[in-house]
Nanobody, 124 residues
Framework: QVQLVESGGGLVQAGDSLRLSCEVS????????MAWFRQAPGKERGFVGA????????YYADSVEGRFSISRDNAKNSVYLDMKSLIPEDTAVYYC?????????????????WGQGTQVTVSS
């Protein structure tokens, strides 16, 4: 059974940086396109970034383009989200998601596996 476990969330100040990690256990990690989504209180879960199974294609939401970077290490079964220049509007629960052999799509319905989420809070 595949499990996704996020870590790295916390409370930071505006302008700070933070790295989220997601470790995947179970089936071959290298066959999964991976993505990060986030959900703020009272809002729908929205796309943040995605990376193809081989790391060659990366996509970002407009709101985080240039500030966030997604990467993966297939040897460590992990995907990362490096966030810089954080703003209060980035406050949300961040979820890791996996789509086996998927195209790294920017929509929730494409991903069949999800982690439990990690809270990121950015104070002003």
């Amino acid at each position: 059974q595949v499990q996704l476990v996020e870590s790295g969330g916390g409370l930071v100040q505006a302008g700070d940086s933070l790295r989220l990690s997601c470790e995947v256990s179970g089936r071959a990690f290298s066959t999964f396109a991976m993505a990060w989504f986030r959900q703020a209180p009272g809002k729908e879960r929205g796309f943040v970034g995605a990376i193809s199974w081989n790391g060659r294609r990366r996509y970002y939401a407009d709101s985080v383009e240039g500030r966030f970077s997604i990467s993966r290490d297939n040897a460590k079964n992990s995907v990362y989200l490096d966030m810089k220049s954080l703003i209060p509007e980035d406050t949300a629960v961040y979820y890791c998601a996996a789509d086996q052999w998927g195209p790294a799509a920017p929509n929730r319905v494409s991903y069949e596996l999800w982690g439990q989420g990690t809270q990121v809070t950015v104070s002003s």
